[in-house]
């Protein structure tokens, strides 16, 4: 016996407080020196568009930082994909 399967659909509605995607950038040190860095909002970042790193992702719960030779995207469930560069 079984009950009817619910047809979920994950969607995430919070929204930062910025209203554009780059809300700044920062100075990082990356090992040998710093360097001015892009900082982005997840929540105002487009679903399936590549961003290069290096760069900084910034939501309420935590910050993400994307480290040089690398390319991040978020997905339609607004995950974050970080794809690493060989070199």
């Not at 619910?6 to 950038?25: D, E, F, N, T, W």
């Not at 090992?31 to 929540?43: A, K, N």
């Not at 760069?55 to 480290?67: A, H, K, P, Q």
């Amino acid at each position: 016996m079984s009950g009817p399967k619910p047809a979920l659909q994950p969607h995430q509605k919070v929204m930062g407080k910025s209203k554009k995607v780059r809300k700044g950038h920062r100075a990082v040190f990356w090992g040998e020196s710093f360097e001015e860095t892009p900082v982005y909002d997840r929540y105002q970042m487009p679903i399936g568009q590549p961003f290069e790193g290096p760069c900084i992702i910034e939501e309420f719960e935590s910050t993400t930082v994307v480290g040089k030779n690398s390319t991040v995207t978020i997905d339609a469930f607004k995950n974050i994909t970080i794809q690493l560069k060989e070199g």
